[in-house]
């Protein structure tokens, strides 16, 4: 009983080693990875949360389940004339948590004005930025929720140390997580700025990978790294929307 115990754990650690090895060889491991969100899985399971249901009001019942590669839940307005929209009105993004939530105003605010400024210097590439709604331009509004911190000393360990690498890659094959990683959820919609039509719609939930890139950081790296992707995502899809190729190539991090 004790060498079928052992033999399981050395399975495991190599598969976990394996698993890391190849990631190391294909991206040097990704910086965020997708996580399960809380949000999606009520809105699929058909109880709205107040934070869903006062983001997207009725239309939250329009999202689906993303396909790989998309957010957990997603809308595209099958009749959105996408090239019209030359425009972006980026709203201030809010920022949603639980009563007891660990994080602090000060945190809140460091963080939404990140994420917003982010989001504005990713889009202003591509698209020209107004502060009034008018025809022709898309409004988008962006939520942050509940995020969480990393634990800034072992999550350094987590990542630079390889026992401790690989035991990390042993905890994501059993939870689906890393240890020590800090989390953000995210809520975004895109509104017709003359018509108030909704015409996009997405909710996602990331949370720090194995990146190298990763080790070292502050409590909030992991969160600033998922509001890093999201950007690049939101900006990408509505240039893909459009046909458009980017004028200029931002960082791909996944």
């Not at 976990?16 to 996580?35: D, F, H, P, R």
């Not at 809010?94 to 990713?122: P, V």
């Not at 905890?171 to 953000?184: C, D, K």
Request: aromatic share 8%; glycine share 8%.
């Amino acid at each position: 009983m004790r060498n079928l115990s052992l033999a399981k754990v050395a399975i495991a650690t190599f598969a976990a080693l394996a698993v890391c090895i190849t990631s190391n060889l294909i991206s040097g491991c990704s910086q965020t990875v997708e996580s399960k969100s809380a949000v999606a899985q009520e809105i699929e399971s058909g109880q709205v949360p107040p934070a869903a249901r006062q983001f997207f009001g009725n239309d939250a019942s329009l999202l689906q389940p993303g396909k790989e590669g998309q957010a957990a839940l997603v809308y595209i307005n099958p009749n959105a004339q996408w090239k019209t929209y030359t425009k972006i009105l980026l709203r201030p993004v809010e920022y949603w948590d639980i009563s007891d939530a660990a994080s602090s105003t000060h945190d809140e605010q460091l963080l939404t004005t990140y994420f917003y400024n982010e989001l504005k210097e990713t889009l202003q590439k591509n698209f020209t930025m107004v502060d009034q709604p008018d025809a022709g331009v898309l409004v988008l509004y962006v939520a942050l929720i509940n995020a969480t911190g990393a634990t800034p000393v072992l999550r350094s360990i987590s990542v630079a140390v390889p026992q401790a690498r690989i035991l990390n890659g042993i905890q994501s094959l059993e939870t689906g997580s890393y240890a020590f990683v800090g989390t953000a959820e995210a809520e975004m919609k895109a509104l017709d700025g003359a018509t108030g039509e909704f015409l996009a719609g997405a909710v996602d939930q990331r949370s720090g990978g194995m990146a190298v890139s990763s080790a070292a950081q502050w409590q909030w790296g992991d969160a600033e790294n998922a509001m890093n992707y999201w950007s690049d995502r939101i900006s990408t899809r509505l240039l893909q929307l459009q046909g458009r190729a980017p004028a200029s190539q931002g960082s791909q991090s996944s």
